[in-house]
């Protein structure tokens, strides 16, 4: 198979192009660096199965010959970029989003939308299962990436019911690992950095929000049998074992000891969802998934990810 993965240059897009890749099929990666580095994918460069287009993807996507997949993960994601970038982000969820469908079309091939648990909101319903609708503030400063991962998901679903287009729509649930920038701004990739330079870890609010974290490895391997299984309706993919934000902050402190880091209290960001874990019974039943790493585990494989560049580029976090 021939595949193209939008957005190859980020965290989770470089991640998918090595699977891929490892499995045999050959990969066109796109992307335009708005939040991506060529360095996430600058071990492919020069391989045969591998080719490269830098691209802004809510522009005509034009590429050679036959194609079997789209996988459309371009897109800011950490809600400190797409707070700075609030229209590029509703424009990659809208047009891009109708330019990677339009060449899904033209190539009969099949197509995978990286959606996400922000289109259930602040959730009133816990854990949320897909038939949840969801309780989104359209205009508050988060409705810039929930509303266009929303409208990206009713036009995937248009361009299958109307145009039969083969689509998958996964659910991601907040996901971590090697790859993710320093600068990034989610939670994960902030409390390591912080904890590794010893400064404060920027907890918003009060701490009890609540997160379920996914090892990279383990959403990719989801994504891989959604994108092979016959499953159209949106499938949540994560990691159902729910933290507090604090939890997380003393567990990052409990593995990076000796550097004097503590607990710096910030305000709590608009819109801040409350709660979230996924509820993956779906997956479970219909992709075998489920996953396998637990966070602790997680990030012993991702701290020293982010310990070579602090100590080599004198990288910082980033908070809201
Ligand atoms: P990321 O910011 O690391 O990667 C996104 C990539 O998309 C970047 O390389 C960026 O340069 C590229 N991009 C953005 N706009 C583009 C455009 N117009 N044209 C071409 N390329 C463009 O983020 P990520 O965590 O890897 O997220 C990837 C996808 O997964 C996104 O669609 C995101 O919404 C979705 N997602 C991620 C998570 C998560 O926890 N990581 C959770 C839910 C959904
Ligand atoms: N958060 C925090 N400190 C940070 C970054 C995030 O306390 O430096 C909190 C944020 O308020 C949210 C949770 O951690 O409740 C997850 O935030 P993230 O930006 O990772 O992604 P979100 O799940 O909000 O999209």
New binding site residues.
């Given amino acids: 198979m021939k595949v193209l993965i939008?957005?190859?240059?980020?965290?989770?897009?470089?991640?998918l192009c090595d699977r891929f890749l490892a499995e045999g099929h050959q990969v066109v990666g796109?992307?335009?660096?708005?939040?991506?580095?060529p360095d996430?994918i600058a071990h492919l460069f020069g391989r045969g199965d591998f080719s490269f287009v830098r691209?802004?993807?809510?522009n005509f996507i034009y590429v050679e010959g036959p194609l079997d997949g789209v996988l459309?993960?371009?897109?800011?994601?950490?809600p400190v970029?797409y707070l700075e970038?609030p229209i590029?982000?509703l424009?990659?969820?809208s047009l891009?989003t109708h330019k990677a469908l339009g060449l899904a079309k033209a190539k009969g091939a099949r197509f995978l939308?990286?959606?996400?648990?922000?289109v259930y909101g602040d959730p009133l319903v816990h854990p949320q299962p897909e038939s949840y609708w969801g309780h989104v503030n359209p205009v508050g400063p988060r409705g810039v990436?929930d509303e266009a991962?929303r409208f990206a998901e009713a036009m995937t679903m248009a361009y299958h019911r109307f145009h039969g287009v083969e689509t998958r729509i996964?659910?991601?649930?907040?996901?971590?690992g090697p790859?993710?920038?320093p600068g990034?701004g989610?939670v994960v990739s902030n409390f390591i950095v912080q904890a590794l330079r010893g400064e404060p870890l920027s907890v918003y609010g009060d701490g009890s929000q609540t997160r379920s974290f996914?090892y990279?490895d383990d959403?990719v391997e989801g994504i891989f049998r959604l994108f092979h299984s016959d499953r159209v309706d949106p499938t949540n993919i994560?990691n159902p074992i729910e933290f507090t934000v604090q939890q997380l902050a003393d567990q990052v402190l409990e593995m990076i000891p000796g550097t004097g880091s503590v607990v710096q209290r910030h305000p709590l960001p608009e819109d801040d969802p409350k709660v979230r874990r996924p509820d993956i019974t779906l997956a479970r039943e219909v992709l075998g998934w489920e996953p396998r790493v637990p966070l602790r585990e997680g990030l012993e494989r991702t701290i020293p990810h982010f310990r070579t560049l602090v100590e080599r580029h004198d990288l910082s976090a980033r908070t809201l």
């Fill in positions: 939008t957005g190859a240059a980020g965290f989770l897009g470089s991640h796109m992307d335009n660096f708005i939040t991506g580095h996430n691209h802004d993807v809510t459309h993960f371009a897109s800011p994601a950490s970029d970038q590029p982000t424009k990659v969820g891009g939308l990286a959606s996400t648990s922000e990436y991962k996964v659910r991601i649930f907040n996901t971590y790859r993710m920038r990034d989610r996914c990279v959403l994560g």
